[in-house]
């Protein structure tokens, strides 16, 4: 019974620490991507995505003459649209 099992000794010993090991590395690897890639549906993208689609309205749009669009008054609720 003084036989203990250590991987130099085992068949599977070093074996096993390999497959262990590339297994890791890979679950690691499939997590990193995971991570750095955040999803369509992810609030950080829908905000961007909100940010790119917006256009602001030109004069042309609401068939006003450029003294028309001019004289309009600016309200604060206009200017700050996106904040």
């Known amino acids: 019974m003084s036989e203990k099992l250590t991987p130099e000794t ?3 010993g070093w074996k096993a620490l390999i497959i262990a090991f590339v297994l890791s590395m890979l679950f690691m690897g499939f997590f990193y991507l995971a991570v750095n890639n955040e999803p369509d549906y992810m609030p950080s ?8 689609n917006v ?3 030109t004069a042309e749009q ?19 649209q996106g904040h």
């Not at 993208?45 to 790119?52: G, T, V």
């Open 45 to 52: 993208q829908k905000r961007k995505a909100a940010q790119e």
């Open 62 to 80: 609401y068939q006003m003459s450029a003294e028309e669009h001019a004289a309009m008054p600016v309200s604060s609720e206009a200017t700050h």
């Open 55 to 57: 256009v602001p309205a």
């Open 10 to 12: 085992s068949a599977w």
